[in-house]
Structures are given as structure tokens and as C-alpha cells.
């Protein structure tokens, strides 16, 4: 009995390692039929298109669905929970990217790898702290055909991952953005690694809406540089942005084209060359993150000469009016909160002083005869408070303010509206509207106009 036992023992033992090796056989056998399924294409490793996908909320939606799926390895191991739950803490903070190639022939990813930010220099090694994906099919399997599609066109940044994605393409190769009072090209930028952006542009700037003297009824036509320096976006607008611009004044008109002799006219002139200056960004978010909503804005003009009279060639006594120097600064509180799907509501509160000065204009005198006549000085104190939705998701782009502005030195003021409307972000148009205000026994100033009304067509190319 206990030889016929000790038998079966042995025959079954046996038998299950005969079964493993066999198993272990065909599966090998498998996999060696699936690769050579596959043509090799070792040859073009140089022409297979590589990129990074660097968009936060994508690589974190990608990664969750790694997750999900049980999939990452480190080293042919799963990863402990701790492990895994110390890793996503990077993914969660947008320090984590993901590596693509594209197959030679067919454009299907063949790989997919995760790494960190802190290695990406030219001379160091990157991290790779998962085991690498390089099957499509599987690749495909976990991350879903919708997904997988998006991920191999690149379309990114990406809100939602359920809808069809249009992308603002902030800050990338190649931007016209054509407007007449805000035109922008963009020539040269600066890649410190695969999110950080310094990008550099030659501008125009015509109007200031926070001292009312928008788009052409300001005398003054800025063309200067803009410097931009964008940390990295998260549905489809920068997570951190800085811009510096600095420029020079070109006159937009000149007294001699609109004054009719003996006449005062209405309009604001210009009576010197300018320099101007605006600069806006969340430096709050470095001293205390929780401020990360305020950004800080700044905008500035100060006149470096005086024009004399023979500037403006005129031959008759006539005056008009001039602004010289201004200063804004607000404080704009973004993402406020999403009103109705229509956009998120931004809200923005700050100080503008603007100087005006009255000229006469004799054609016999050398100089203009400043004729100010105001016992307030030549600054107007203004505060200014706005609010706004704005959407930069989907087909429709748009922007929708109102703004108010109260002259505390001369008790008058305006509010506004000023919209923005693009499609695809590629065409739109920009209009704007003004009304002055002031108390019955005041009135209006006198350099100012009852109504503003600005408006451009948008043409925007880039890539």
C-alpha cells in the first residue's frame, strides 16, 4: 500500500512539473510568434518620430489609467502601495512626463515611458522610475481607443478627457496674432527643459482701457518687445505665466490732421515721445502658495521730452489736450469660480493715475504754452474695479468683462464692456465699449468723449 502511494505521489509531482515546463513552453512559443509578427524595423530607429507629452492633467489621466489597469512594473515587479502612492505624488504636481515613439510604418506607439523633470538637461541621464510599454495592442488595451487616438495626434492640452479636444497651442514654435491694437509676433524662444518656456516677441500696443483712451483714441502707438515666461499649462492655460514689456511711442495723429482753426477739439494729442512699460505675473505664489489665484498687474507710460512747436506744423493759434505719464496697477483674482459652464469668473480691483496737460499752440513761439488751468494738479486719481468670464476650451473661445472707473479728483468716471470672441482660437474679433459718466453740475471733462467704441478683426496663426 504504501509503495503503491509513494507511486502516485511521484507520478503526480511529475506530471505538474512536465505540465509547468510545457506551459512555460508555449508561452515562450507565443511570444516568439507575436514579435515576429511585428516587422522589424531596427533600421529606422533614427526616423521614428519621439516627443514628449508634457501636459499635466493628461500625463495624470494616463497615469491613473495605468494604474487601474494593474499595470506598472519596476523591474518586472509591482510596485507596493506605498511605493506607487510616493511616486504619484510627483505625477500629481506635473514633475512627471511621459516619452513617445511612433512605429516606422504604421504610426502606432511601439513605446511609452514615464520620467521625471529633475533629469531633463542635456548632459544628465532622464529617470525612468516604471519598467517601459512597448506594445501597441497593450498599450491601446489600457488606455482605451479614445485616449490612444488623442495621445498619438498630439492634441494637446486637454480638459476633458470625455469631449473633443481644441487646442490654444500657448507659447509653443511659431505665433502671429494679428489685431490692430494688440499685435504680437513671436520669433525666438527658449526651452530650459520639456515644460519651462522663455519666449520672446516684437509687439504693438495702442490704447489703455484703464485710463479710457482705448485702441485709436489714444495719441500714442507703442511698438516694443515682449518677453514671456510660461512655467507650464493646465487646461489649456499656463500654470504660472510672467510678461515683460517695454516699448517705445510712435504718434498715432497729430493735431494738424484734425484741428480746425479756432477750435478746441475734444481729443487727447501727443506732446512728446514715451516710454512704456507693463509687466503682470503671480510673484505673490512664491512668498505664500495659497495667493497662487492673484496675479499682479502693472502697466506704465512717462514721457522723456516735450514736442516744440514747429513738431506739429501748424500755422494758426489753436490748444489741445495731452496725456504725458500713467500709471495702473491692479490686482486680478483668476478662476473665481466656473459660472454655468459658460467660463470661469475672474474679478480684478486696482488704482490708475493718468496726467493731463493744456496746451496753446501759437506758430510764432518756440515752445507750446502749457495753460493748465485745473487747481487739482495735472493727475486724475481713478479707482477701478472689473469682472469677467473667460473660456479658452472647446471650439468657441471667449472673454466677456465689465469694468468701472470713478475719477476721485474730479468726481466723474465710466464703465465698460469689453468682449472677445475666437474660433478654434484662429479667427475672432475684439470690441469694446465705453460711457463716460459725472455728476449734473460737473459734467463731462472737457478732453473726454461721451462714448468709446474700439473694435478689430483677429487673425491667429501659429504652431
Known amino acids: 500500500m504504501k509503495k503503491h502511494l509513494l507511486f502516485l505521489i511521484i507520478l503526480f509531482l511529475f506530471n505538474q512539473v512536465f505540465s509547468q515546463e510545457t506551459i512555460d513552453e508555449k508561452i515562450k512559443y507565443i511570444e516568439k510568434v507575436y514579435r515576429n509578427l511585428e516587422y522589424n524595423t531596427i533600421a529606422f530607429n533614427d526616423l521614428k518620430e519621439t516627443w514628449n507629452l508634457t501636459d499635466p492633467m493628461f ?7 495605468f494604474v487601474v489597469s494593474n499595470a506598472l512594473r519596476i523591474n518586472g515587479e509591482k510596485p507596493t502601495v506605498d511605493t506607487l502612492k510616493k511616486l504619484a505624488e510627483d505625477v500629481f504636481n506635473g514633475y512627471v512626463f511621459v516619452e513617445l515613439k511612433k512605429r516606422y510604418y504604421d504610426d502606432e506607439i511601439e513605446l511609452l515611458r514615464f520620467f521625471t523633470e529633475s533629469t531633463i538637461n542635456e548632459d544628465t541621464v532622464r529617470t525612468y522610475f516604471f519598467d517601459e510599454f512597448n506594445d501597441p495592442v497593450y498599450i491601446k488595451s489600457v488606455l482605451g481607443e479614445k ?15 470625455s469631449k473633443t479636444f481644441y487646442d490654444s497651442k500657448e507659447g509653443y514654435k511659431f505665433d502671429i496674432f494679428c489685431h490692430v491694437q494688440n ?19 516684437a509687439i504693438g500696443r495702442w490704447g489703455n482701457d484703464y485710463i479710457v483712451l482705448p485702441g485709436w483714441y489714444d495719441p500714442h502707438y507703442v511698438i516694443g518687445m515682449k518677453i514671456r515666461y510660461i512655467d507650464y499649462l493646465v487646461n489649456n492655460q499656463p500654470n504660472s505665466a510672467y510678461n515683460l514689456e517695454i516699448g517705445f511711442s510712435v ?26 512699460i507693463h509687466a503682470d505675473g503671480n510673484p505673490l505664489k512664491l512668498i505664500w502658495p495659497k495667493l497662487e489665484k492673484f496675479d499682479l498687474y502693472f502697466d506704465g507710460s512717462f514721457a522723456m521730452s516735450e514736442y516744440s512747436v514747429k513738431d506739429y506744423d ?31 469668473l475672474n474679478v480684478g480691483l486696482g488704482l ?70 475666437m474660433l478654434s482660437n484662429s479667427l475672432g474679433f475684439d470690441f469694446k465699449f ?28 501659429n504652431y
Do not use: C
Not at 147 to 161: F, R
Not at 251 to 273: A, H, L, M, Q, T
Not at 362 to 387: C, Q, T
Open 147 to 161: 485616449v490612444y487616438g488623442e495621445l498619438k495626434a498630439k492634441l494637446y492640452s486637454l480638459t476633458d478627457l
Open 183 to 201: 499685435p504680437e509676433l513671436k520669433f525666438y524662444q527658449l526651452t530650459t527643459n520639456n515644460r519651462n518656456k522663455f519666449l520672446l516677441s
Open 434 to 461: 465705453f460711457k463716460s459718466f459725472a455728476k449734473p453740475q460737473n459734467g463731462i471733462p472737457f478732453f473726454r468723449l461721451d462714448n468709446y467704441i474700439v473694435f478689430s478683426p483677429i487673425i491667429r496663426i
Open 352 to 421: 490708475a493715475s493718468f496726467d493731463i496737460y493744456q496746451y496753446y499752440l501759437d506758430p510764432h513761439k518756440v515752445n507750446l504754452i502749457n495753460a493748465n488751468r485745473s487747481s487739482k494738479g495735472y493727475f486724475k486719481n481713478s479707482i477701478i474695479a472689473e469682472a469677467g468670464i473667460e473660456n479658452f476650451t472647446g471650439l468657441l473661445q471667449h472673454k466677456f468683462y465689465l469694468q468701472l472707473g470713478y475719477d476721485i479728483t474730479e468726481s466723474n468716471g465710466y464703465f465698460g464692456l469689453k468682449t472677445q470672441i
Open 59 to 65: 500625463v495624470r489621466e494616463i497615469f491613473n489609467r
Open 314 to 344: 501748424i500755422n494758426y493759434i489753436s490748444q489741445f489736450f495731452s496725456n504725458r505719464n500713467y500709471l495702473v496697477f491692479l490686482v486680478k483674482y483668476k478662476n473665481l469660480t466656473n459660472l454655468m459652464d459658460l467660463g470661469m
Open 251 to 276: 504718434d498715432s495723429k497729430w493735431p494738424g490732421f484734425n484741428f480746425v482753426e479756432g477750435s478746441y477739439g475734444r481729443r487727447i494729442y501727443s506732446s512728446s515721445s514715451n516710454l512704456y
